[in-house]
Every structure is written in C-alpha cells, then in structure tokens.
C-alpha cells in the first residue's frame, strides 16, 4: 500500500472539539453559582413577646418577597375579678394562627409586613348568684346557685393583620428577626343570664347600665398590639 500524498486533516478537527468541549465545561462552572442562587431557603423560627411564645416557618420567595405563618398562644388562665362592682370568675384563652406577606422594598433585612389571621382571643367572666343576690344596674336582685350572669369579650375569630419587621430575609444560617404591628379588629361584649335571673323583666335594661363602661373601654381599642421576637435557623432546600 502506497501512503496517502494529501492525508485528512483530523488532529485539528479534534483539538477544535476538545477546546470546544473545555469552554463548554468553563461555562457550566460559571454558571453553577448563579443558579445555586435562584435557589430559595426555609427557616424554622421560634418567637416569643406579645402574644405569647410560638413557633413558625418562612420560605422566601425572591429577594425582596417571603411567605411565613406561625402559631403563638399566650395559654389560658382562671382568675378573680371585680368589674363594676360584681366579683366574676374570669377565664381566658389566647391564641391566634396568622398567615404572613413580608416585602423587602430596600432588600435589606427591613420590611413591610401584611397578613390574616385566625384568632381565639377570647375571656369569659362568670358571676354566680350562690351569695344570695347580685346587684347589677340600677336593682339587687335576689338569686339561687341556679342564677348566675356570664360576661363574654370576644375579638373577631378573622382578623388582618399590618405592621413593620426585620429579618426573615433570605439567607442562611442563624438569624434574629422582630415584629411590630397590630390584629385589627374590635372585640364584642355580650352579656347571658341564666336560671330565673333571665326571666326578669328589667333586667336587660339594668344590664345594659351595668356594661356600658365595659363596652365603652373594649369599643375603644380597634386593635390587639403584636411584639415579637424571634430565633430561627435558615436552610436552603
């Protein structure tokens, strides 16, 4: 066999593939830290303040936008209380679940913050008429362990939520964030009477003397302050 005089050039066809190939390789490198950037972070936090302590969970969206919800209860209690002259059993409950906005319009670690919550904020004040009477209005009136007078302030169980912040931004690692806003809302006041005590005639009218100044001071108030702090960790997922 007689060599070929004019041989295929394919050593450097082959060395434009394989420089090809290492730009190819150069960029995916170049580019893994960008897209490890699209991806996004959760954290797990802990808070505590007003209302209570709880905990929740925040998934940022974006640099600027975050998604959160937290639990937070305060517990529930019984206490003696005098309130316009009659001495109640007082019960409360306080809790409230709420779903969080967060926008970080400087994308720094403030924000604003909007949300909706579920509330259970409730306090129950229980007068028996087991001392003989109860005078309650303008009237004394003579009662049995059968009578007795249930006061109830309710905040609404759907309640937005508005307010300022910092942290919760995303990031890694540990992290302090804080809360300051309100529920808005206005709690309701309503008075059962139980037993033959109900049965008065006057006593509607005698009730609604008695808590006025009850319902004047709980009309007051459109809001339920919310303060918090919290301790999460931030993990990317």
């Known amino acids: 066999m ?10 450097p066809a082959r060395r ?22 699209l991806e996004l972070n959760g954290e797990i936090y802990v808070n505590a303040g007003l209302p209570g302590i709880g905990l929740g969970y925040a ?14 209860a305060l517990g529930s209690g019984d206490r003696t209380t005098t309130e316009s002259g009659i001495t109640y059993q007082s019960r409360h409950k306080l809790q409230r679940m709420t ?7 400087f994308e720094n670690s403030f924000r604003l913050t909007g949300g909706l919550s579920s509330t259970h904020y409730k306090m129950t004040l229980d007068a028996s008429g087991a001392g003989g009477s ?24 759907i309640a937005p939520y508005v307010g300022i912040g910092w ?17 808005i809302g206005r709690a309701k006041v309503t008075a059962t009477p139980r037993g033959a005590l109900a049965s008065e005639a006057d006593l509607q009218a005698n009730l609604d003397k008695e808590l006025s100044e009850l319902r004047g001071t709980v009309g007051k108030f459109r809001a339920i302050p919310q ?4 301790v999460g960790y931030s993990f990317w997922i």
Request: glycine share 10%; aromatic share 8%.
């Open 2 to 11: 007689h060599p070929n005089p004019h041989p295929t050039p394919q050593r």
């Open 16 to 37: 434009a593939r394989l420089a090809l190939a290492g730009l190819s390789a150069l960029a995916a490198l170049g580019a893994a830290p960008a897209a490890h950037a």
């Open 59 to 72: 998934r940022p969206i974006d640099s600027r936008f975050s998604l959160r919800g937290d639990f937070m």
């Open 99 to 105: 779903l969080f906005g967060d926008w970080f319009p």
């Open 134 to 157: 109860l005078t309650i209005g303008d009237r004394t009136y003579t009662t049995t362990a059968a009578d007795g007078l249930e006061v109830q302030i309710k905040f609404p169980t």
């Open 167 to 183: 942290g919760h931004q995303l990031n890694t690692g540990w992290r302090v964030s804080a809360d300051l806003g309100a529920l």
């Open 227 to 230: 303060i918090t702090v919290s």
